[in-house]
């Protein structure tokens, strides 16, 4: 697997924890766990991207 696959595979599995940090902060009123799932989401995308570039080169 190259950098940049892992990188994306990464980023994925970051934006799936993070949107279930996020619906299960939400449906239990946690904004504590709502905000962490934001920022793990944020941390997926950030990740893809880096793939992205490291398969462009």
């Given amino acids: 697997m190259s950098e ?10 970051n934006k799936v924890k ?5 619906q299960l902060g939400n449906a239990t009123n946690n ?5 962490e799932g934001k920022i793990d989401k944020a941390k997926g995308e950030i ?6 570039i490291k398969d462009r080169h």
Avoid: F, I
């Avoid at 940049?4 to 599995?13: A, C, E, R």
């Avoid at 990740?47 to 992205?52: L, N, P």
């Fill in 18 to 22: 993070g949107e279930a940090k996020d």
């Fill in 4 to 13: 940049g696959m892992s990188d994306k595979v990464k980023g994925t599995l």
């Fill in 31 to 35: 904004r504590s766990l709502q905000a």
């Fill in 47 to 52: 990740q893809q991207k880096v793939g992205e």
